[in-house]
C-alpha cells in the first residue's frame, strides 16, 4: 500500500537512490551519457544531507510495503531559476522523481497533489516548476495534472558538464 509521509534522515540515502535511477533512465538521450553514468547516489544523499534546506521547503515521500519509490520537493518559489530568494505567494516544485519501475502506476499522481495541497494549504496562490524541454514524457504528465507552459525559458547546465539544456517553466493556479 502507497504511504506519502515526510521525509526522513533514514530516507536520504533511498530518495538519492530514486533521484539517481530516475535521471539515469528519464534523461537518457537528453543529458549527455558522461553525465547519467557518473552519477551517484551517494554523493546525491551527501548533498542532501549537508545543504541547508530553505524556509518552508518540504520533501514528502512515497513508500510501498517499505520501499520508497518516489518523493517530491517543494517550497517557495524562487525569484531566479537556482537562486535562493523567493518570491511570496507562489510555490515551487522543485523536484519530482518515481522510480521508472513504478511510472503510470499513480505513485507521481499522488506525489503531484501532496505537492499542490501543501503549497496551497501555506497559501500559495500559484504553483510552478522547471522541466527539460525534450522530456516529453514528463510535460505530458505535467499537462495532464493541470499545469500549462507560462513561456519562461532557461537553461540548466548538469553538475560537471558544459552541456545547455533548455528548460521550460510550467505554472498552475492553486486557487
Known amino acids: 500500500m ?17 533521484h539517481v535511477r530516475t535521471w539515469q533512465v528519464g534523461y537518457a ?9 557518473a552519477l551517484d ?10 545543504r541547508n534546506a530553505w524556509p ?18 517543494f517550497g517557495p518559489h524562487r ?18 522523481y518515481v ?10 499522481r499522488a506525489l503531484m497533489t501532496a505537492a499542490r495541497d501543501a503549497l496551497a494549504a501555506a497559501g500559495d496562490a500559484e504553483m510552478r516548476l522547471w522541466v527539460l524541454t525534450e522530456n516529453v514524457r514528463a ?7 493541470g499545469m ?10 548538469p553538475q560537471g558538464s558544459t552541456a545547455e539544456l533548455a528548460e521550460i517553466r510550467y505554472a498552475m493556479r492553486l486557487d
Not at 525569484?79 to 519530482?96: D, L, M, T
Open 99 to 108: 522510480t521508472p519501475e513504478r511510472w503510470g502506476t499513480g505513485v507521481g
Open 29 to 37: 538521450g537528453i543529458m549527455p551519457d558522461e553525465v547519467l553514468n
Open 56 to 73: 518552508g521547503a518540504q520533501t514528502v515521500v512515497a513508500e510501498d510495503d517499505g520501499t520508497i519509490v518516489g518523493f517530491t520537493s
Open 139 to 145: 510535460r505530458r504528465f505535467y499537462e495532464r495534472a
Open 41 to 50: 547516489p551517494a554523493v546525491f544523499a551527501e548533498s542532501r544531507r549537508s
Open 148 to 157: 500549462v507552459a507560462d513561456g519562461a525559458i532557461s537553461t540548466f547546465t
Open 2 to 18: 502507497l504511504v506519502l509521509r515526510p521525509l526522513t534522515d533514514a530516507d536520504v540515502d533511498a530518495v538519492a537512490a530514486v
Open 79 to 96: 525569484r531566479e531559476h537556482g537562486g535562493s530568494e523567493f518570491v511570496p505567494g507562489i510555490g515551487e516544485i522543485y523536484a519530482i
